[in-house]
Every structure is written in structure tokens, then in C-alpha cells.
């Protein structure tokens, strides 16, 4: 079964718009983080922002955030204000606690993001 | 602070040579990994060390494959002999440690061409 799943394989957004791109992850450890990267055409990995499984508040890094649905297993990220610069590929990615697999950052598969001017 | 230092940045090869892949991690971070990203595969993890020590390398895909990490700040990817569907981006990452807290902070990336 797949760890992350991210539904959206291409979104498009207006310049200045928020977006919210999806994830989903399956885990029965209780303690886990997820993660999220951007790539940009340019190919590099860029970390975004970090969601712990015991933070009782969402994440929030600039005009980044995190809508964490526990309950829901989801972890999605929001954009606010777009900006043509954030056209890219985003990736969710998870990191169990147990069993030795810590150390395993699993990715999903992507969501192509273009802004439009 | 530099980030996670990869060279070449891209690699063309002909099918039978050998490639080596470098790496220089974030200074102070004792965990480094090498992913490999294929558009049919996306991001897997090949393999990881701790202090220069080689962890799980489950995640290598044969024998034509072999990593080592000499030092802190340094380590290779090779791949002897090299074959078109080897063909991807290969990335390094660093993180201080391995909890489910800690990022991963990844290099450039090396796109290498098998042909």
C-alpha cells in the first residue's frame, strides 16, 4: 500500500491566489513527521516546511502552511499569495518513528504546480 | 552555510562505462543518503550512512552499484557498468540525525545519461 498519496497531478492557480495541494498518508505508528519539498524545473530539492505527529499546532513558514488533519490522516499544503516562482513540482514526504525505518523519508508521487499570470 | 554539494552536475555516458557520483554533505551532519528519481519510480532511496558507516542499502538495485563514504564530507556513487536504464537524477541529502523529526536537506542533484 502506498505511504503518500498525493491525488493531484497537475493544479493550476492565478497569480496572487491561495492553492491547496493534497496529501495523504497511511501509518499506524504514532509518531511520525511530514515533510514537504519543492522542484522547481531547475531540478533541486527544496525543503518547504515540517509537520510532527504530536505538534498540536499546524506549521507555518512564510507563506507556507500546513493543514494537518490528524484524524483524517492528511497533511496538505497551502499556498497563499502565488507567485509565478512557485510553478513546480511539490512532494509530500513522511518519516515513521519505529523499527529501524526512521531514518526512510518516503515520498509521494507529485503534484505539478503552475501559477498563471 | 553551503548546502549539500554534488558534482557533475549532469553526466553523459555510453553504456559499459563506469560513472562515479560525489557528494559533500552539510558540515556537521552525520547521516547522508543517496536517492535516485525516475519519472516511472519517482524518489527511492538507494542507500544511507551514519558516520560514514553504511547503513541499509536495500534500497541499491544491483551489483553494478556500490557507494562508499571515506570521510565526514565526503562520499561516491558508482556505478560499474552503466547501463541506459540507470538513466535518472541522482541526488544526495544530509540531516544532523535520523529521528522522524529531522530534515533532509538535499544537493543539486546529478542528472546522468546513460546511452
Known amino acids: 500500500a502506498q505511504k503518500i498519496t498525493q491525488t493531484q497531478p497537475g493544479m493550476f492557480v492565478q497569480e496572487k491566489e491561495a492553492v491547496t495541494l493534497d496529501c495523504t498518508y497511511d501509518t499506524s505508528d504514532p509518531s511520525y513527521g511530514l515533510f514537504w519539498y519543492k522542484q522547481p524545473s531547475s531540478g533541486e530539492m527544496i525543503f518547504l516546511i515540517y509537520q510532527g505527529s504530536y505538534d498540536q499546532q499546524n506549521a507555518t513558514e512564510g507563506r507556507y502552511s500546513l493543514n494537518f488533519q490528524k484524524a483524517r490522516k492528511s497533511a496538505n499544503l497551502v499556498i497563499s499569495a502565488s507567485q509565478l516562482g512557485d510553478s513546480a513540482m511539490y512532494f509530500c514526504?513522511?518519516?515513521?518513528?519505529?523499527?529501524?525505518?526512521?531514518?526512510?523519508?518516503?515520498f509521494g508521487k507529485g503534484t505539478k504546480l503552475t501559477v498563471n499570470p | 552555510d553551503a548546502g549539500v554539494i554534488q558534482s557533475p552536475r549532469h553526466e553523459v555516458t555510453e553504456m559499459g562505462q563506469e560513472v562515479t557520483l560525489r557528494c559533500k554533505p552539510i558540515?556537521?551532519?552525520?547521516?547522508l543518503f543517496w536517492y535516485r528519481q525516475t519519472m516511472m519510480r519517482g524518489l527511492e532511496l538507494l542507500i544511507y550512512f551514519n558516520n560514514n558507516v553504511p547503513i541499509d542499502d536495500s534500497g541499491m538495485p544491483e551489483d553494478r552499484f556500490s557507494a562508499k563514504m571515506p570521510n565526514a564530507s565526503f562520499s561516491t556513487l558508482k556505478i560499474q557498468p552503466s547501463e541506459p536504464r540507470d538513466s535518472a537524477v541522482y541526488f544526495c541529502?544530509?540531516?544532523?540525525?535520523?529521528?522522524?523529526?529531522?530534515?533532509?536537506?538535499f544537493g543539486p542533484g546529478t542528472r546522468l545519461t546513460v546511452l
Open positions: 541529502a544530509s540531516s544532523i540525525m535520523a529521528g522522524f523529526t529531522d530534515t533532509q536537506y
Open positions: 514526504a513522511m518519516r515513521e518513528a519505529r523499527g529501524g525505518g526512521s531514518e526512510k523519508l518516503v
Open positions: 558540515s556537521g551532519h552525520d547521516y
